[in-house]
């Protein structure tokens, strides 16, 4: 599985995820965003300033090493994802 | 002379939340009988800390706000309390921080400069509000350690190994974007020490030599000044 099809599987997990936890807050830097508004930024990529692209490419980039350490993690995405 | 100057920002959301973590802190510092300064808030400014430091030449500089590559932010973030400009003073001293990026950058020139110890992060700092007692934890972790007698190096990794243990139990729990969010933490996070310099330098020399020997020989050539 490639890093694409990896970061599909999390984008989706997550999504899902945010819709079901409305009330919760990220806090990344000065920044802050619901995970709904998180997790719609993370397939937005070009609508992003600058800052908020690097913020994501290092979410994603810790989302997938999680998922190629932690077998756990691997299970509960995919089966959050619908997917296997 | 106190041992220890704490410096404290509050002024939006996130660092009043990092406020109330540092009180913590400030507990078990003075659990340990470290005397202390509190610069909270609105004396959490530049001036005093410079004042702080130059009068009672503490060993630890503890700082819980924002920050960003050039410098640790004070009151309101318009300005910094410590950058490349004031960061001589901080040699000989131990720092520890919480702030997004100063080890990217900052943090080095502090350590070349002469600082024992830098506990800083490379990347933005981020928590969220349905973990905020697992980043608490962990935000905290390596002030904890050292407390209890560790060496730097040693909370260093003290601190890596919980945020494992954390981001488990996060995932146990089905929340999958705190563990995200607490790996990429733990990722960011370090201790620049004698025994442990930084993996990168602004230098091309020195970057050349640290990806040629590593860090640990690359920076015993010509010593930290470049």
């Known amino acids: 599985m490639n890093d694409v099809e990896i970061m599909n599987i999390i984008i989706k997990a997550i999504k899902l995820e945010a819709s079901l936890k409305p009330n919760e807050k990220i806090y990344i830097g000065q920044k802050s965003y619901t995970y709904a508004e998180f997790a719609n930024m993370l397939n937005n990529h070009r609508k992003l300033s600058k800052d908020s692209k690097q913020t994501v490419k290092s979410f994603l980039e810790s989302c997938i090493k999680l998922f190629r350490e932690n077998q756990d993690f691997r299970e509960k995405i995919f089966s959050l994802a619908g997917e296997g | ?226």
């Open chain 2, 1 to 226: 002379m106190v041992e220890c100057v704490v410096i404290r920002p509050c002024f939006d959301e996130a660092s009043s939340i990092s406020f109330e973590w540092c009180s913590e802190v400030i507990g078990w510092l003075r659990e340990k009988n470290i005397s202390l300064i509190d610069l909270a808030k609105d004396d959490a400014v530049r001036s005093k800390v410079e004042e702080a430091i130059q009068r009672e030449n503490p060993q630890l500089i503890v700082f819980y706000n924002h920050g960003d590559t050039q410098g640790l932010l004070e009151q309101d973030g318009e300005n910094y309390v410590i950058d490349k400009k004031n960061d001589y003073m901080l040699s000989g001293k131990e720092l520890y921080t919480l702030a997004c990026l100063y080890g990217a950058d900052a943090g080095i020139d502090a350590w070349k400069k002469g600082a024992i110890a830098v506990w800083c992060y490379t990347k933005e700092f981020g928590f969220t509000t349905e973990a905020l007692t697992e980043f608490k934890n962990f935000a905290n972790s390596g002030i904890k350690f050292k407390l209890e007698g560790k060496t730097w190096e040693e909370s260093l990794q003290q601190a890596k190994n919980l945020a494992k243990q954390l981001c488990q139990k996060l995932i146990n729990e089905g929340k999958y974007i705190s563990a995200i969010i607490l790996q990429q933490d733990a990722d960011a996070l370090r201790c620049y020490t004698q025994n442990n310099p930084p993996e990168t330098s602004t230098c091309i020399f020195r970057k050349l030599l640290i990806k040629i020997l590593g860090p640990q020989k690359a920076w015993k050539i010509a010593g930290r000044n470049d």
